[in-house]
């Protein structure tokens, strides 16, 4: 980290943990939307960002990537672990993280296998180095990162097929890596959350045993027609201009958009499949512009008769998994995720 950035972090830090009476001369009046009240230390965050780092939608895509992991780190912090080592699977960049005190001890254990967001154009090991420390010590299940290649270099079902590959990879190695196959999770955010929710339905199809599946605000429906896209497709870090610039580069045409594999609301679970499909706790963002189409995806995955619990977390913006090390609410949610992880793997 750049002296420059290590003053970014200390000064963002002092402000997010400030007393809420600070905060507020900082950000301003409360932003209260669609009956929700924006978290005052976001608030704070969003305000200095603004300022001091303004995000360019419209950079080269090489540029954003560095400038992500850039800023990643002042929102992460630096997170305990017991250890991390960096693997190979399925022929791509891979991070294992063991927890200081592992739930199990006496033989193979749960293992999340964890599916980085970025709207499948950035994003990486680094990035989400952060909140796969805080889940894998906090729950004390192992996390295994998984990466998978990027558009405009790689379009659509690239990613899709990286994800798919690397999972059954895992299934097939399990041993070398500690993990019992009968006990596999498997969890993203955003593009990520979509290519996990990907995964755990060829899972059921294919017959591969899976545990449980993590899904945090995930992209699920690529026409994105819904009430919160209006309503926070701007000035709350995810926006729509970026969402749109992903919507041309990662499909190959169009109408790649309406595949059930972007747009996970238009996908079929026939007879059977419910059953077989690992339980999904849905996470959402109250203020996050892809709050109504996860829930949607929700909802219709229960509809259909599968397994599914709903958590919004309603003062929350899209990227919070990552704001862990910074601030006060974005963390206790994540906790609160870990929680809800390690009651259904232990």
Known sequence: MTLRHAVEARSLRAAMSAPAKVQR????RPVVKDGQTLAPDLQVLLRLQSLVRPRDEEVPFDELRVRLREESPLVGGVQPIGATRDLVVAGRPARHYLP???????????????????GFVEGDLDTHDAPCRVLAEQTGVPVLAITYRLAPEHRFPAAHDDAYEG???????????????????????SAGANLAANI????????VPLRWQLLVYPVADGSHDTASMRLF??????TRTFIDRVDVTYPRTPDDLADPRISLVRA????????????AYVVTAG??????????????????????????????????LNIVGTGRTSRAAVLEIAGRMRSALL
Do not use: K, M, N, S
Request: no cysteine; aromatic share 8%.
């Open 167 to 189: 999972f059954r990879w895992v299934v097939d190695h399990a041993a070398e890596l500690g993990a019992d196959p009968q006990r596999l999770a498997v969890g993203g955010d």
């Open 287 to 320: 203020f996050d512009p892809l709050r109504d189409e996860g829930e949607a995806y929700a909802r219709g995955l229960a509809d259909a008769g599968a397994t599914v619990e709903l958590r919004r977390f309603t003062d929350q913006i899209h990227g919070f």
């Open 233 to 238: 497709g701007e000035g709350f870090y995810l």
């Open 100 to 118: 200081t005190r592992p739930a199990v001890t006496d033989g193979p254990g749960p293992l999340l296998v964890f599916v980085h967001g970025g």
């Open 25 to 28: 001369l900082i950000a301003g």
């Open 268 to 279: 079929e679970l026939p007879d059977g499949l419910p059953d077989a499909l690992a339980p």
């Open 200 to 207: 755990a339905l060829a899972a059921a199809r294919d017959g």
